[in-house]
């Protein structure tokens, strides 16, 4: 039988949201998280994943909401921006808490 | 792929890129020369005007070569604010000492008439010290101490003064030329299919 303290370490295991927890996801996600918006070539400098898998990233998160792109304008020429969403921004959150969460609750930890 | 995703470590990072392309470095470097030929040609009011074309012209090449390369990020508005405050603070300091030093020409004690210039220099190098600080770019402390090495030179071992402004100035310049060389060569500009693959 389980002890209460594995099924509450269970718990935050399978919580844990699958579309920030892969690797590069996380890495843009964080990015973002500590500018307003930022456009694609700053995150593919900054990231160092190619433009194809940043591509794939970005619409994954897109998708979900946790991204969205913006129309801005820089040097009076309309430019692609991209933001975190609220919803994002909440979803960011929530991961890094159950992640560690998840660790401290780890037996031997 | 970057193996570290500690968030404080990512923000710094952020910030950091701001001020890899060396171009404040230049700025400051010509700034600093500006200062110093107006003092040798004795060509005050030329100053003013040479630091906002300076300033506007490096505003100018970041759009048209760094962010084209480099990518563009709009900071956090608290941050943004933050770096206009720094900004303002450290001009009005400048220059508010400036204004004091004109206006106090002909009334200021003798002591401070003795140690004007060595103020002055070093109320520059502590505004330097304080960027360093602010925009978390460490080099900066380096440029501080330059030319409060400068202004030590100059009072007490007789350097001409033109010579603490072009020093420091020449220094930071060639520094920041060489970081814009390294920035060039690391980040070509991307093409157009790479850049439409996201848009």
């Known amino acids: ?109 | 792929m970057q193996e570290n995703v500690d968030l404080k470590q990512i923000t710094k990072k952020v910030y950091m890129s701001y001020f890899q392309d060396g171009l404040w470095d230049i700025l400051l470097g010509i700034y600093l020369i500006g200062w110093g030929i107006s003092i040798w040609q004795d060509l005050v009011a030329v100053m003013g005007g040479m630091w906002v074309a300076i300033y506007f012209t490096v505003l100018a090449i970041k759009r048209m070569v760094v962010y084209p390369r480099s990518g563009y990020i709009k900071l956090n508005e608290a941050r943004k604010q933050q770096m206009r405050m720094v900004i303002l603070g450290a001009g009005l300091f400048l220059l508010g000492f400036a204004v004091l030093g004109i206006f106090a020409f002909n009334t200021r004690p003798a002591w401070l008439d003795d140690y004007f210039m060595f103020l002055l220099i070093t109320m520059i190098a502590v505004v330097v010290g304080i960027l360093g600080y602010w925009w978390r770019v460490t080099r900066w402390y380096i440029y501080a101490m330059i030319v409060f090495a400068g202004a030590v030179a100059q009072q007490w071992l007789k350097m001409p003064l033109e010579l603490g402004f072009f020093i420091p100035g020449g220094v930071f310049s060639m520094y920041g030329i060489g970081l814009l060389i390294g920035f060039l060569r690391k980040y070509p500009k991307p093409n157009r299919e790479e850049q439409d693959v996201i848009s």
């Open chain 1, 1 to 109: 039988m389980l002890s209460p303290d594995s099924e509450n370490h269970d718990n935050y295991i399978t919580e844990i949201d699958r579309i920030i927890h892969e690797p590069a996801r996380y890495l843009i996600m964080a990015y973002l998280s500590v500018a307003e918006s930022a456009d694609a070539i700053f995150l593919q400098r900054q990231t160092g994943l190619t433009w194809g898998n940043l591509s794939s990233h970005l619409s994954k998160l897109e998708s979900v909401g946790y991204v969205a792109m913006v129309k801005d304008f820089l040097d009076k020429k309309p430019h692609t921006m991209l933001q975190m969403t609220e919803e994002g921004r909440k979803a960011f959150h929530n991961y890094r808490d159950k992640m560690k969460q998840a660790l401290e609750e780890l037996p031997g930890s």
